[in-house]
């Protein structure tokens, strides 16, 4: 059974930074494409940034280009959300998506894609 959860999330300004962790359990962590998804009330779930099973490949939505990266350390069993320059439109519940399969990297595939899904972390940015 795989096993993903998030940490990080918080209230913070306008301008500030929050680093968001995801670890997996249950998998070989390697094995696993990941992603961050994120949620605002009212609307559709988005794919914010992706990478791939190495780590090699990356994607952030337009959105968060220039402020966001995501990274993962293989050998932690952990994948990280860089968060910078936030902005209130951040403002959502971000979720920590797991897939046994080859991705590319290059882009965030549909939620659909993701079969193991963290509870969700919520961040609040204030203006």
């Known amino acids: 059974q795989v096993q993903v959860a998030e940490s990080g999330g918080g209230l913070v300004q306008a301008g500030g930074s929050l680093t968001l962790s995801c670890t997996a359990s249950?998998?070989?962590?390697?094995?696993?494409?990941l992603g961050w998804f994120r949620q605002a009330p009212g609307k559709e779930r988005e794919g914010v940034s992706c990478?791939?099973?190495?780590?090699?490949?990356?994607y952030n939505t337009d959105s968060v280009k220039g402020r966001f990266a995501i990274s993962r350390d293989n050998a932690k069993n952990t994948l990280y959300l860089q968060m910078n320059n936030l902005k209130p439109e951040d403002t959502a519940t971000y979720y920590c998506a797991a897939v046994r399969a080859w991705t590319s990297g290059t882009y965030c595939p549909s939620s659909r894609t993701f079969d193991y899904w963290g509870q969700g972390t919520q961040v609040t940015v204030s203006s």
């Open positions: 249950g998998v070989p962590f390697g094995d696993l494409s």
């Open positions: 990478i791939n099973r190495s780590g090699s490949s990356t």
